[in-house]
């Protein structure tokens, strides 16, 4: 077999967490040790129940592995746009994790906690990175950015519009497209990790995956193109910075209880937004990090990526 024989058949049985690890055997097999390590780590993390002393080295173990550079082969899917735009999702499996922050992480608000266990039981698809200029331009038609770029963000995006774009896409390809859920992002974002970036609990472990403003509000000063940075152990891009990015659901206040393919309540005024951006300091770029903002609110580093649920 091939990568891409392996890929395909994970996408053919999304719900089969074995061939991942059966995938990483043959990643070893070829000499391909830093990608099949990170597989295995990924896979191992995403369905661990406990902390342990075990689980805390394999999560070191992965987050030093992306601060590397190491890019785990994704299982990705991709919808034509335009003759030279695509949108490429990748497909983010089944697994449990931690939602929320620790009491201890610094800059922590109190909407992110108690931190609790979420089981994430259907497989789904999100966009590796957030939609771009050149996305928009191709199923909207307007390009109304300040910061001007076909590989940039598209920003300056309400919740009405990212909705909008969705439901464009959905007719365009009969396929439901849609904002992903509050957990299906963080679970996405995190990818095993549990720590305050994918990559470490440091400011610093996140200057190479996230961009934001490293001093006061506004001093990175703009956007940058997609993808430029290194990406999580799902093949996704920033996730920690560029520009906060719209979910489907408004805010669910937290419980210590486990919870099971949550979502916030419906809403015609709210939504979460999620991911930190250009604009704002690290703290707001934590994997934790959560805001309730009307649906109408239209700044300049906001954004949105799509989900595609397995169907």
């Given at each position: 077999?091939?990568?891409?024989?392996?890929?395909?058949?994970?996408?053919?049985?999304?719900?089969?967490?074995?061939?991942?690890?059966?995938?990483?055997?043959?990643?070893?097999?070829?000499?391909?040790?830093?990608?099949?390590?990170?597989?295995?780590?990924?896979q191992q993390l995403i369905e661990q129940e406990q902390p342990t002393p075990l689980r805390d080295q394999q999560q070191r173990q992965l987050c030093k592995l992306l601060r590397a550079g190491v890019r785990v082969p994704a299982a990705t899917t991709g919808l034509q746009l335009a003759p030279r735009?695509?949108?490429?999702?990748?497909?983010?499996?089944?697994?449990?994790?931690?939602?929320?922050?620790?009491?201890?992480?610094?800059?922590?608000?109190?909407?992110?906690?108690?931190?609790?266990?979420?089981?994430?039981?259907?497989?789904?698809?999100?966009?590796?990175?957030?939609?771009?200029?050149?996305?928009?331009?191709?199923?909207?038609?307007?390009?109304?950015?300040?910061?001007?770029?076909?590989?940039?963000?598209?920003?300056?995006?309400?919740?009405?519009?990212?909705?909008?774009?969705?439901?464009?896409?959905?007719?365009?390809?009969?396929?439901?497209?849609?904002?992903?859920?509050?957990?299906?992002?963080?679970?996405?974002?995190?990818?095993?990790?549990?720590?305050?970036?994918?990559?470490?609990?440091?400011?610093?472990?996140?200057?190479?995956?996230?961009?934001?403003?490293?001093?006061?509000?506004?001093?990175?000063?703009?956007?940058?193109?997609?993808?430029?940075?290194?990406?999580?152990?799902?093949?996704?891009?920033?996730?920690?910075?560029?520009?906060?990015?719209?979910?489907?659901?408004?805010?669910?206040?937290?419980?210590?209880?486990?919870?099971?393919?949550?979502?916030?309540?419906?809403?015609?005024?709210?939504?979460?937004?999620?991911?930190?951006?250009?604009?704002?300091?690290?703290?707001?770029?934590?994997?934790?990090?959560?805001?309730?903002?009307?649906?109408?609110?239209r700044l300049e580093y906001y954004g949105f990526r799509v989900a595609m649920p397995v169907e």
């Open positions: 077999m091939t990568e891409a024989d392996f890929l395909l058949a994970i996408q053919a049985e999304p719900y089969d967490r074995s061939v991942w690890l059966i995938f990483s055997d043959w990643l070893e097999e070829h000499g391909r040790l830093a990608e099949a390590r990170l597989v295995r780590l990924r735009v695509s949108l490429v999702l990748s497909l983010i499996s089944p697994g449990v994790f931690l939602m929320g922050s620790l009491s201890h992480e610094p800059d922590r608000y109190e909407n992110e906690g108690p931190r609790h266990r979420v089981r994430m039981t259907r497989p789904y698809y999100l966009g590796i990175y957030p939609v771009t200029q050149a996305q928009w331009q191709s199923v909207m038609g307007t390009t109304l950015f300040r910061f001007r770029g076909a590989d940039r963000p598209a920003e300056g995006i309400n919740a009405y519009d990212a909705e909008s774009f969705c439901q464009r896409l959905s007719e365009r390809f009969g396929r439901r497209i849609r904002l992903p859920t509050e957990a299906e992002w963080e679970y996405a974002c995190r990818g095993g990790t549990q720590t305050t970036f994918y990559t470490g609990n440091s400011e610093r472990s996140l200057r190479r995956a996230g961009w934001c403003s490293r001093t006061t509000p506004g001093s990175a000063r703009f956007t940058r193109r997609v993808g430029s940075l290194l990406p999580n152990a799902w093949g996704l891009y920033d996730m920690h910075g560029n520009v906060r990015e719209w979910c489907a659901d408004d805010q669910r206040d937290y419980t210590e209880q486990e919870q099971t393919d949550p979502r916030g309540p419906e809403s015609n005024m709210y939504r979460i937004v999620r991911g930190g951006s250009w604009y704002y300091t690290a703290e707001d770029a934590r994997s934790a990090s959560r805001y309730q903002r009307p649906m109408d609110y």
